[in-house]
């Protein structure tokens, strides 16, 4: 379905579906109608508590307390940056204080609830965006056109070396346009049918014009959101109090986010009343804690832990190594040994809320006569290779073991190496690894992580020549069509290239479990990409019974 430009289509904030004529919301014609329908699939309607789900009931919210999140991951080079992330800490103290101009509700549509009041595509190759009147920085400043107009040019500038700059790829960034003082009108180098999913991502923040990344100064991280920085020492600990003249309603006064090195610790100071909600409970600890009065929240979500293999660095640059490796794991153990049934298995495609992911690939499951014959034939019986690792979000590290007594049957030999320090300078140069991705749309996840200039490509993908070398190309026509069926199609064939050649080991699609205090109120199950429903949306929809 497309729009002419003259019609306008337009997504419900209530259930994602399709309608017109047009009420305020979130309007896309054109182009930007594919990306209605994709979320449209992803869900409708509530998505239900999974058993053992926390719903987070405690009357009507009121104000006051210090919120005390307890996170891992993190290290010496935490940051601060309205745009830009590693770890979970880093998440955690991005979406304290900056917000986007689009929102994800909890069931991962797209909703019109952000800092504009509309995006609207006036033809297939330009976006109009219109901004709420009367939102403020955490300076008293307004936040006007002129911050839209930095804060994505300043992620679209590839020296600054952001997390979202490869979705700016198809933005005409040097040329957006002011209006006038609430309107920006964003044109586009080629058609783009994600531009909505892309603003609504929790790294495209609005920062204020001249805005930079924390260097040792509190007052510099000044953003729209509920909570202003006050404190914050990198691999330690950040305090952040609630900014007095923010636009919506929150209720702590304070939120403090502390880095913690493995879950165990975590867990203790849960149970102990040091802090009040922790990310990435284990699995296997679930039961257990809610018997000492701990709550879970449980989330059935797209996330996903891969095993990443680099496709040009020995032994993976030899496409028998990599489909031995996905024959050699099973799925379903890893799923009910790690996950405890809390999830589903993959089949080493992500993205699986998106209208274009193929169900009809053949499930893969272990075959290790089949993956001793594919080494054979490669050369590398006996193979033995590192495998690294670090405790930056619940199961990988306990993937990584579980894999290399996997490999055992095949006579393969695995070095698990759990790096505290691994999120650095190195990780993507790594052969072997295990990382963490959260829910995301089939393109806007291939943005991130799929493409050649991708921040975190960590299989190195696409081959440069081959099944799958013309990856980036159907990458760029899928972008631009607006037809849906047509979009899924191309779509369907990257995926079938990944599936047959390329470097992700994909064995389930993980459930976000945390923490929480029985005090804390306004914790619901999410499909989004964070922890904790989105950090609480910010820390602005939880709040102490």
Known sequence: MTGSGEKRWQVSEGDGSLWHPSRRGLVMGAGGIVAAGSLAACGSGSAPAPPGGSTGAGGA????????????????????????????????RLVSAFETLLEFDDNYQLQSTGLAESVEADNPKQYTIKLRSGITFQDGKPLTADDVIYSLQRIGTQANGLTGFAATATMDIKNVKKVDNLTVQLPLLTADSTVPQTLASYTFGIVPKGYSAYKGDPSTQIGTGAYKLKSFTPGQQSVSERYAGYWRDAYFDSVTITDFSDSTAQINALKGGQIDAMTDLPANQVQAVKS???????????????????????????PKVRQAMRLIIDRQQILDQIGSGYGQVANDLYAPFDEGYDKSLPQRTQDIGQAKSLLKSAGKEGLNVDLHTTNGASGMVELASVFASQAKAAGVTINVKNDPNYYGDSYLKLAFSVDFWGTRGYLNQVQQGSLPNSPYNETHWPPSSGEGSNFQDLYKQALAETDASKRTEIEQEMQKAEYDVGGYIIPYFNSLIDGHSSKVAGLKPSKGTLNLAGFGHGFRTIWFA
Request: with cysteine; aromatic share 6%; glycine share 16%.
């Open 61 to 92: 919210p009121k104000k006051g307390g210090d919120f005390r999140l307890g996170v891992t991951g993190g290290g010496s080079k935490d940051m601060m940056d309205g745009q830009n992330i590693v770890t979970k800490p880093d998440q955690a």
């Open 292 to 318: 000492s009065g701990v709550e879970a929240l449980i989330s059935q979500t797209g996330g996903w832990i891969p095993i990443c293999m680099a496709i040009d660095i020995a032994p993976f640059n030899d």
